[in-house]
């Protein structure tokens, strides 16, 4: 139980176009859902919290505008990277919170994004 | 949210060895959470321990909490290689929900 699936697993993309990354708990509802950035050898960067049917909540220094996050259903959470530059390019997780849970966090596989 | 910060950075055994990791934190929490990364992937949830348990066990792994000390451990017990992985600790405050992540410990098993 507690799996979270990330659609791409993988994306390539060119400067200036968008990509959406999606998230889905495939056997439990997530109210909340959580996205991470993860650059080479370093932690999680915890980017926003993810609440189904209401804005999301961004950490400090994140762009909401660039990041645009959409929690439309207990199951689905996705993010979009708009405009994206070199400098996006890195391994995005998300995670999603068992609404019966403790705060456990079940994280998806990650989407590595690389931007040319 | 608070992060959790791992103790020693990295860390290298043989195969049957035990390996234990620290964390430290700094205020008030209901739990506090484990987590394995392997290279490349996501996290993966491996146990969790409330504020008023000293100790849990769940096959090869013993955790540990001091919360007067504000710390828990983590031991793996008869290490594999397939253990190798980066460890992290997530202490969950009691006013918060985030979990944030410090650098976590390297863990390498050599066969």
Redesign the interface.
């Known amino acids: 139980g507690a799996v979270v699936s990330q659609h791409p697993s993988w994306v390539i993309c060119k400067s200036g176009t968008s990509v959406k990354i999606e998230c889905r708990s495939l056997d439990f509802q997530a109210t909340t859902m959580f996205w991470y950035r993860q650059f080479p050898k370093q932690s999680l960067m915890l980017m926003a919290t993810s609440n189904e049917g209401s804005k999301a909540t961004y950490e400090q220094g994140v762009e909401k505008d660039k990041f645009l996050i959409n929690h439309a259903s207990l199951t689905l959470s996705t993010l979009t990277v708009t405009s994206a530059h070199p400098e996006d390019s890195s391994f995005y997780i998300c995670s999603a919170r068992d609404i019966g849970g403790e705060g456990e966090q079940y994280f998806g596989p990650g989407t590595r994004l690389t931007v040319t | 949210s608070q992060q959790g910060e791992e103790d020693p950075q990295a860390l290298s055994i043989q195969e049957g060895e035990n390996a234990t990791m620290n964390c430290s934190y700094k205020t008030s929490i209901?739990?506090l959470?484990w987590?394995r990364q392997n290279s490349?992937?996501?996290?993966?949830?491996l146990i969790?321990i409330?504020s008023n348990e000293r100790e849990k066990h769940s096959g090869r792994l013993r955790v540990t909490l001091d919360t007067s000390k504000k710390s828990s451990s983590l031991l793996i017990t008869a290490s594999r290689a397939a253990d190798t992985a980066s460890y992290?600790c997530?202490p969950?405050e009691t006013s918060g929900?985030?979990?944030?992540?410090?650098?976590?410990t390297q863990l390498t098993v050599n066969p």
């Open positions: 209901n739990n959470q987590y490349g992937r996501g996290l993966v949830h969790l409330r992290f997530a969950r929900s985030r979990l944030t992540f410090g650098e976590g």
